[in-house]
């Protein structure tokens, strides 16, 4: 496995939101939105993960959401580009583009709804690794994608793959991002995915994570992440307790409607609009996050 500068990698990586206005993606908006996670501390963000809606946008403009972030960026923290599809032309093209957009790194998904055997996971890796130079973490979701990866398997790629730095993980399951530490070691860029296991999976050796909750509060979330890194448990224990509730609200309707409701609720969006077949929150839901952030301090 390639060596990677210490810091790189490590801490909180939020995935962005992706803006829409009139139906069409509002690349300023997203510019700001950069901005801000920069202000706020956060280590690096990713772009067109799960929160940004990627399978309700275009190639071209995924291609163009990163090519944005890392203008605006401007190499004052990294740029993940999440270039997954569910075929391996789509995921070679946006990898291309990624690439010439300065990207620093790349989170590519397991193929979604396909289903393939552990074999056709790790050609499908190896094949795509040996087409890029950039760091790629394999993004492990398996109630999304349907198809789970097995350490054999991750074993297998690495070996041939040595840039196949780490593994998002969003999956309840710290079995296995303990084996995945235990076998790669701690220079293995291991993110937690789920809010809930953010402070867990830190504790026991992950390099960062990697939450839709960074949308709406970046600097708790970054806070945490520094907290842990200088061996300040008791102060990490108290940020994990802090965040539970905004953590639980992620998951209150299906990612990213929670946070784009709270996000335009706090002015951090002009309007939290969807592309079907996502749509906004309820009337009920609203009442349910105005009150829980009120409760976390965010919301007067």
């Given at each position: 496995m390639d060596s990677l500068k210490d810091a790189f990698l490590r801490g909180s990586?939020?995935?962005l939101v992706t803006p829409f206005r009139s139906g069409a993606v509002d690349y300023g908006a997203f510019a700001g939105l950069v901005e801000r996670q920069i202000a706020n501390g956060s280590h690096g963000i990713v772009v067109c993960g799960t929160t940004a809606e990627p399978t309700a946008l275009t190639n071209d403009e995924r291609a163009e959401?990163?090519?944005?972030?890392?203008?605006?960026?401007?190499?004052?923290?990294?740029?993940?580009?999440a270039t997954g599809a569910a075929s391996l032309a789509e995921t070679m093209a946006l990898t291309a583009a990624a690439e010439r957009a300065g990207a620093d790194a790349l989170l590519v998904v397991t193929p979604y709804f396909i289903r393939p055997p552990q074999r056709?996971?790790?050609?499908?890796?190896?094949?795509?690794?040996?087409?890029?130079?950039?760091?790629?973490?394999?993004?492990h979701i398996p109630g999304r994608s349907a198809v789970g990866l097995e350490l054999s398997t991750l074993e297998r790629v690495v070996e041939a793959v040595p840039h196949v730095v780490g593994v998002k993980l969003a999956a309840n399951d710290l079995t296995f991002?303990?084996?995945?530490?235990?076998?790669?070691?701690?220079?293995?860029?291991?993110f937690a995915g789920l809010e809930e296991l953010s402070f867990p999976m830190l504790a026991v050796g992950a390099a960062g994570v990697m939450n839709a909750v960074g949308?709406?509060?970046p600097r708790q979330v970054a806070d945490l992440c520094n907290a842990v890194a200088r061996g300040d448990l008791a102060g990490a224990r108290a940020l994990h307790v802090a965040l539970a509730e905004l953590n639980e609200a992620v998951f209150l309707d299906t990612n990213p409607i929670p946070i784009k409701y709270m996000m335009k609720r706090l002015g951090l969006l002009a309007?939290?609009?969807?592309?079907?077949?996502?749509?906004?929150?309820?009337p009920e839901l609203e009442r349910r996050l105005d009150a829980i952030l009120r409760r976390s301090g965010l919301l007067e």
């Open positions: 990586y939020p995935p959401l990163v090519a944005v972030a890392v203008r605006a960026a401007a190499g004052r923290i990294p740029v993940v580009a056709g996971l790790a050609e499908y890796y190896i094949d795509l690794g040996r087409r890029t130079r950039l760091p790629m973490l394999i993004y991002a303990t084996q995945l530490l235990a076998r790669f070691g701690p220079e293995f860029r291991l949308n709406v509060a309007a939290n609009e969807h592309r079907l077949p996502m749509v906004p929150a309820t």
